[in-house]
């Protein structure tokens, strides 16, 4: 390869950051990097490891507050670190686009999709607004949008976010540019919009060959578009290779860590559920038949139904995993148990006794009894407030802990969650994110609960951390014997923690029932579409998933919430016209499982032998495929 | 031990490297970014607080350390026929009309004396403590009464938000000065009914902000936290909220200062606020505007303008540090 193949690249690229008292920090120390026409490289790295330090860089772009510390980094040739802004202009939205976490932040709500996809190359001159229109166009097609011919015209808010995503690479890729800066452009979506975008990326990327630096914490992700791996730490390189060298044969300690903290896919027998010994005659708490919603309707009834005949039962001890996409209503189940949100319709039971549905009607020790933990640490605690004050709240308002004795409770508190004494004196911004989020644990445990609502606790987290974090909650539960309700996106982290799972679909309980049996056939067909979207940490596995009928029928499209029927119809491969659309699906036991239930109008045998004919489409197209290699 | 193995194969797609490590060293979570940095004030800052820290030390000092009284006559003498007259004296050659003295500097009489012969220099100090007195108490008032208003609205729900805020939009909907010189024009025009009249005016802006603020912290999860603790509504607004509105209301009420600063001097200016013959810069200004038509001296008229030009200009140069500091929050909430 000669060296005019080469986009971007840093030699020994030092970036600091200027302290209080003019001091510099070194943020990146002496990084090489080369990223090829192409070629796609992933940074990888957990967050503070610079990774998106690097590659602002190749825009010539120093976040606020950070300088150049010396080095090189060349776009085509061109050091960028040298240039003014006026000089980078040319390069930037031109040969260098640069695709951002969040595309709901990216795009502005109150002007037209295609106004702002084609914006760039307009601006720049190097398209005719009517070029620019057909080359968004084209995109619209490449990127398997739907209404392609149509869809510029709406604005952000009237597409779905996966589709806002894949938006915002058509706006980054109109301007043809040499190089695509892609910044977690799936971490923040669900598992089955994400595959979804994945592919749609990787197959725009292969179309266009462009070249790309992808920056993410999810090594699952990285192994099904990255053709090189750059493993960053506190900002330097640890170890960098093609992707089937880093992914198979990591050689460093640090890749090995990462690989370690990969979720593994969800199957039955994985899990480390509780031993039984904290079980008592009652369950910890227990919703019965609750439909809750928002909004005021007619009849005392809200404008939205989200939660329908949803039945849960925590039993002293266990914890039940609650999975499914956003807008299934795991959240609004929390926000029903915790109180936050009075249901209009079935009750919630507290050891057996019936629990008030609002909050202030609630007692104050049934209030201690049910703590919720929430996702976002970062708003979760008061700014203003010392560590200390906030894990001594709860013992002062439940416990009556005062002076002496409530130091020593906080400092037994910070141990539980393996965080150093003086941290009592410490405001939450002196804390990183897994820091902050055992303070957010602490403080639900210093209540002495007998159940914990986990809304998403590690879904803000990088893997490492929120693999500890999980660490965590597993050896409080065995210590204390707390119940946890734990809700997530992520069917992996469920899977490794629950002893049972309630799988969510548009408000209604599609399945439930202890891992093992929810994880094995017989599968309802959403936890089916759930399981197989799982990211694995392998090359390939993208193409085989999207190849798969649960993905055909049902990657694309959204959750819908219906009145009548099953509302998982429009996406179910194997939904029955005129039943499934019609009549509410019944609860069908697994006659294996202990409390195993389903909610489908098919028959368990139906369910089970749809597994085996999904298992013999995947050993075919291993076969096909290892055949083909062979040959 | 330190293991040193270093890796290097090429293939297609690069080669493969890998970083000298030592095999016992964990790697531990690392920091977030670091916390932003400290408050500083810039340059612009410095004049500002500066300017500021004049003019409090001039209210505070200035009744004592001023060269001549409120009302002295410097040069009583002057009106003796005998003496020469001085720079633009009392006269018109033509009509023979008496207009006053403005004269330019005389005789210890730094910036000269006004339309009453009395001093400038000393009207002016003590002028400053009057119009930053009478603006800041009136300010406390309205911070006051529009934080307990705002905050209360934020927390106590919208049925009680509502019905606050329709009141307070209806008068928030009456000019200003309008309100003000009925008010005045009410109830006299002494110096509490101004302080008094200046704060409910101002009352109603400062219940805006302190509800939006609140509303907007009244939803973080944090306060949620403390309701699904089951904290009561007191906890919630002195240890939930107020340390966290607190910072944004502070650099506001420099802001909201200015303003009030202004609204006492055009009342004053109107003949309405504070009364002759006690010094407000405001008045200061109506009763030497003659001066400007004369021409003999402009400085009569221009001292109390710059002086209330400075003093604004001041605290608002310490307020853009401060908003700037908090992110521009503050300016997008005005």
Redesign the interface.
Known sequence: MSDDDIVFETKDLRIH?M??DGSE?PIVKGVDI?V?RG?VVALIG????GKTTISLSSLGYCKP?LVWGGGEANLLGHDVTKMDTEELRPFRGEKVAYLAQSAAATFNPSIRINEQVTEAPVLHGTKTQEEANKRANELYHALELPNPDSIGDRYPHQVSGGQLQRLMAAMALCGDPDLLVLDEPTTALDVTTQIEVLKAFKKVIKEEGAAAIYVTHDLAVVAQIA??IVVL??G????????D??VNNP????TQ?LMAAVRPTPSAGMGDGADGSHRREAPALEARAVDAGYGKGSDGKPLVQILRDVNVTIERGHTVGVIGESGCGKSTLARVM???LPPFGGQINLDGGELPGA?TS?K?SE??KI??V?Q?AD???????RIGDILG??LE??HNLRGEKKRERVQQLLELVELPKEFAARFP???????KQRVNLA?SMA?EPEVMLCDEVTSALDS??GA?VIKLLKGLRKETGVSFVFISHDLSTVASFADEIVVLYAGRVAEKGPVDQVLAPPFHPYTRLLISSVPEMRVGWLEETMGSREALAGISRGVTITKVGCPFFDRCPVAIDGTCDKIDPPKRADPHGHGHVIECHREIDELMAETAYAQAQIDAADAAANAGGEA | MTDTTQTTQSSDAGEHYVAPFDANVSFDELQDAPPPAKFKLSITGWVGAIVVGFWLIVAITGPFIAPFGENELPFPDDYSEYQTPRLGDATDPETGEERGFFAQVYNGALMGTDAEDRDILSRIMYGAGRTIGISFVATTIAYFLGVILGIGAAVAGPRVDMIVSRINDAFLSLPSIMLGLVMVAAFGSTIPVLIVCAGLIYTTVVYRLARGIGMDIMVMDYVEAAKVRGEGIWWIVTKEIWPNAAMPLISDFGLRLIYVILFISSLSFLGLGVQPPQADWGNMVKENLGALQYGESIIPVVAPAVAIATLTVGINLIVDDISAHAGGKLSKRM
Do not use: C, W
């Open positions: 950051a302290r209080d920090l080369q090829k070629q957990e967050s503070g490891s507050g053709d090189y730490y506190s330097e390189i640890k170890e960098k290779g093609p992707v060298v880093i050689q460093h300690p640090y860590r915790a109180g936050l909050l609630r104050r209030l201690q703590q919720f929430y976002m708003t979760a605690l008061n700014p203003r407030q709240r709860p308002f439940y911004h002196e804390l990183s994110g897994g820091q403080r209540a490492i951390v500890n």
